[in-house]
């Protein structure tokens, strides 16, 4: 690795091998379906200028229903009222942003869906990194939010042991829906503007979001190995859509990366891939007490300790 | 009509009974499913404290796979900073809001799916009214925008030259998916802050919303009668399943009244009863040229003169 190149462009190669890495790694346990790429401009896009990205998208497999993992690096000028939110004078001001970002569905309910992203920005005269990962089960078995959540404080306490729980608490928050009082999952890491307002020495940080990305497939794929054969019913199947409806609600109501997405004019179909197929919304549905689905909902209702 | 009452009351009274004229049309037509009612108290909403509503809801019918009819009369205090965006001096305000809202889903991709909703507010010192009603197809039939417009426009008509041609293009302006860059549907009519700042004249106004409320049945069922037995394959059912999306991402992104009731504490059931039964997204999904399909992404593009 290169000091000659900038942070910006060692980020970008970054995400650009992370997203290969993580692509073969679910087209590996997948066995069936493969990833397509779409490489898109931003010039494509109503004449917004500068740079583009990858979005590689694996639909119908034998595990995985939608999958998308998505590369971009983008750079242009960000309207002041969007860049006073992001901490900047409220002024037209150059941005560059290169991220990778996925979301996995898989087909079966026993199996959780995951989210993963990682980013570099830079507006004006600030950069920072962003990311994390989580984890959104249907089917919730301990073991298996104690494995995703260990993996990740093990890289976490390599580099600082303030790491994991800053970050496990920031995602708690981060990923939760006001309106339903639940998390959308068993969380995992969050953090923002690393480097941006903090003092914190993003040289250092950066091999840290390397091994989040590089340990990505064996946070999330053993669990996919163990859950993959389970057998499952119409039930289990339609409790699966019904909490796919809270994603969606969580995505389109809350989620920060989306909302940045749409007013950077991004490139619509890479941005709302994170939808699931399949979604339905039935009024007042229900639970039974004691039951697996239950046990889902109230273990949302208040943030655990995994690890 | 006593003038003793208030106009709140009185319109309250008015919108329980628009809730029971159109669940019973729409009872009729379906022939085979009937709404059920949940009666609901803010009170027992986490302590919030104020009026109440009754939601009515049919799924699973023979034409309509889900339909709400909300009818709400609630009162409380507004926190500062949504009173603000309401126009109100930034301060905790006593708020009144009474109104009903409806959403129909139909089953069948040739019937189109339509919202309604009329509401009257108080906030602090001001009141005002609001609503509309908009009709978005699947496979629109150009005869259908035609009638419903036309019935609108009618009503609209005896009460002033200019309603027509000012909510008609208002609710082209609000139904709009801006990352989309389409309208929801055909469109319809839409007015909001009518008497708040505007000088309009309430007493007089409210004649004119009690006329549309009663005129939704009119206005609609007509094209639920002629096209519900048209036949239709899985390709057109599809295309629906996808264009639902669009009605989700309108209502989760965009709209006011959505966001209002989750901000307000309201009963979450009732506000997003608004969503369809089921609902897909594809990654990139593309329609042939020349086909109904397209036909209807094309008259979204640009809002249409129907009558």
């Given at each position: 690795m290169?000091?000659?190149?900038?942070?910006?462009?060692?980020?970008?190669?970054?995400?650009?091998?992370?997203?290969?890495?993580?692509?073969?790694?679910?087209e590996?346990?997948d066995?069936?379906?493969?990833?397509k790429?779409?490489?898109?401009?931003?010039?494509d896009?109503?004449?917004?200028?500068?740079?583009?990205?990858?979005?590689?998208?694996?639909?119908?497999?034998?595990?995985?229903?939608?999958?998308?993992?998505?590369?971009?690096q983008?750079?242009?000028?960000?309207?002041?009222?969007?860049?006073?939110?992001?901490?900047?004078?409220?002024?037209?001001?150059?941005?560059?942003?290169?991220?990778?970002?996925l979301?996995i569905?898989p087909?079966?309910?026993?199996?959780?869906?995951?989210?993963?992203?990682?980013r570099?920005?830079?507006?004006g005269?600030?950069?920072?990194?962003?990311g994390?990962?989580?984890?959104?089960?249907?089917?919730?078995?301990?073991?298996?939010a104690?494995?995703?959540?260990?993996?990740?404080?093990?890289?976490?306490?390599?580099?600082?042991?303030?790491?994991?729980?800053?970050?496990?608490?920031?995602?708690?928050e981060?990923?939760?829906?006001?309106?339903?009082?639940?998390?959308?999952?068993?969380?995992?890491?969050?953090?923002?503007?690393?480097?941006?307002?903090?003092?914190?020495?993003?040289?250092?940080f950066?091999?840290?979001v390397?091994?989040?990305?590089?340990?990505?497939?064996?946070?999330?794929?053993p669990?996919?190995?163990?859950?993959?054969?389970?057998?499952f019913?119409?039930?289990?199947?339609?409790?699966?859509?019904?909490?796919?409806?809270?994603?969606?609600?969580f995505?389109?109501?809350y989620?920060?990366?989306?909302?940045f997405?749409?007013q950077?004019n991004?490139?619509?179909?890479?941005?709302l891939?994170?939808l699931?197929a399949?979604?339905?919304?039935?009024?007042?549905?229900?639970?039974?007490?004691?039951?697996?689905?239950?046990?889902?909902?109230?273990?949302l209702?208040?943030?655990?300790?995994?690890?």
């Open positions: 290169s000091t000659q190149q900038s942070l910006a462009e060692r980020s970008a190669e970054l995400f650009r091998s992370v997203q290969a890495h993580i692509c073969d790694g679910l590996a346990i066995g069936k379906a493969r990833f790429s779409d490489e898109w401009n931003r010039a896009l109503g004449g917004q200028k500068g740079g583009g990205g990858l979005t590689r998208i694996l639909a119908g497999g034998s595990v995985f229903e939608k999958a998308g993992v998505n590369f971009s983008v750079q242009g000028t960000m309207a002041a009222d969007f860049a006073a939110k992001l901490g900047a004078p409220r002024e037209e001001v150059p941005f560059y942003a290169t991220g990778v970002s979301v569905h087909f079966s309910p026993m199996i959780p869906t995951t989210h993963a992203n990682w570099f920005l830079q507006l005269e600030k950069q920072w990194f962003g994390g990962a989580d984890m959104t089960p249907y089917y919730l078995e301990d073991e298996d104690t494995h995703f959540h260990s993996t990740m404080k093990g890289i976490c306490d390599k580099y600082s042991p303030d790491y994991y729980p800053r970050f496990k608490k920031w995602c708690d981060y990923f939760y829906l006001p309106h339903r009082q639940e998390t959308r999952g068993i969380g995992g890491l969050f953090f923002d503007y690393v480097g941006r307002d903090d003092g914190a020495d993003l040289e250092a950066f091999p840290f390397r091994d989040l990305g590089l340990a990505f497939t064996e946070q999330y794929l669990i996919v190995a163990r859950r993959k054969d389970t057998p019913g119409e039930e289990q199947k339609k409790f699966q859509l019904l909490r796919r409806g809270r994603y969606v609600e995505n389109l109501l989620d920060r990366g989306t909302h997405g749409l950077t991004g490139r619509i179909e890479s941005i891939m994170s699931p399949v979604v339905h919304w039935d009024y007042c549905p229900e639970v039974l007490p004691g039951s697996r689905e239950e046990y889902l909902i109230k273990t209702q208040k943030p655990r300790e995994w690890v």
